[in-house]
């Protein structure tokens, strides 16, 4: 189950595409155990009725709560709930209202975990643990720290998709050899199915892969184009544009809207994502055991979540 999505009165479930509202309370949290009757309507649960709800205790559900709820204490929100959602993928924080400008902006993929919170954490950990290790030692606990975040984010298609190339691209480097993306692409998508063949019903399995294609495609060739951009806003300019070339379609047919403006938008906040993402994660983290140290870390990222929502609300 991804995280809920809750609204003013309810929240949203969603479940490998398939979806359900339920009344506010009581909530239901990422990794509960629920029952739910109804009727059945396309891709809706139609008058669910929620039969029992159990909590999900295990370390690493706990684990992403506590931080969670250490950025709750220390921010104001939606900068809260917006470290969050780039840090972990926690949607069911986020301000309805701020909701809907995200969604509206074409941004709100920024604030979900997707594959480029895997790309970062990977680029992260690596940097880091290349200092203290040799690259082979690195490249392991690279693996396992990815799939950590993985379990942490929620593990829904996006994520998998993205730890598992990032797995591919680790072997390959752990071996000698090259990696090549259009085949690591298609293997992936052909174990994911294996794996659960409802992804393929899945609009974020969908998006993420057409986004994928999409920049192996484009981003190159776009940047190039794009010399007198700043090379801070080039590459999240070229990346989104390539990346909408993808997703565009998708959007308007399963959604009725796509907002012309979304690749200047994400232009101008895309350059705030990793320091958010980075300063969330060691904040939050290190919160859990200095408290002091952690909100001093997460106050820092407030110049980055403050641009992040002002761009938003603007357009």
């Known amino acids: 189950m991804q995280d809920p999505v809750r609204f003013s009165f309810k929240q949203k479930i969603n479940l490998y595409g398939f979806y359900f509202y339920l009344p506010l309370y009581p909530e239901v949290s990422y990794g509960d155990l629920i029952s739910v009757k109804g009727t059945v309507k396309k891709k809706e649960l139609i008058n669910p009725e929620l039969l029992s709800v159990s909590s999900g205790n295990n370390f690493f559900l706990n684990f992403r709560k506590r931080i969670i709820d250490f950025n709750k204490e220390t921010l104001p929100e939606p900068h809260a709930s917006l470290v969050a959602g780039i840090t972990l993928g926690s949607k069911s ?7 809907q400008k995200l969604k509206n902006t074409g941004v709100v993929h920024v604030v979900v975990a997707s594959g480029t919170n895997v790309s970062l954490t990977a680029m992260f950990l690596i940097s880091v643990l290349t200092v203290f290790l040799s690259r082979k030692k690195a490249i392991i606990f690279a693996f396992l720290g990815i799939w950590l975040y993985v379990v942490l984010s929620g593990f829904e298609a996006p994520l998998i998709r993205a730890g598992i190339m990032a797995s591919f691209a680790f072997w390959a480097q752990g071996v000698g050899r ?6 690591v692409l298609l293997l992936t998508c052909l174990i994911m199915l294996i794996f659960n ?7 974020g399995f969908i998006l993420s892969f057409a986004a994928t294609a999409s920049l192996m495609l484009f981003q190159v060739r776009i940047a190039n184009y794009l010399k007198i951009v700043p090379n801070f806003l080039k590459e999240g300019l070229s990346t989104s544009i390539a990346a909408q070339i993808g997703v565009a379609p998708i959007l308007f047919v399963s959604f009725g809207q796509f907002n012309i403006l979304s690749p200047l938008i994400n232009m101008l906040v895309l ?5 958010i993402m980075i300063l969330g994660a060691v904040g939050g983290i290190l919160g859990l055991i200095f408290p002091f140290l952690g909100k001093l870390i997460l106050y820092l990222s407030y110049p980055l979540t403050w641009w992040f929502i002002n761009i938003v609300s603007i357009f």
């Open 271 to 275: 350059w705030t994502v990793p320091g």
């Open 178 to 183: 090259l990696s090549y993306s259009s085949r």
């Open 197 to 203: 063949p409802l992804w393929l019903f899945d609009i």
């Open 93 to 99: 924080e986020i301000p309805y209202d701020f909701w």
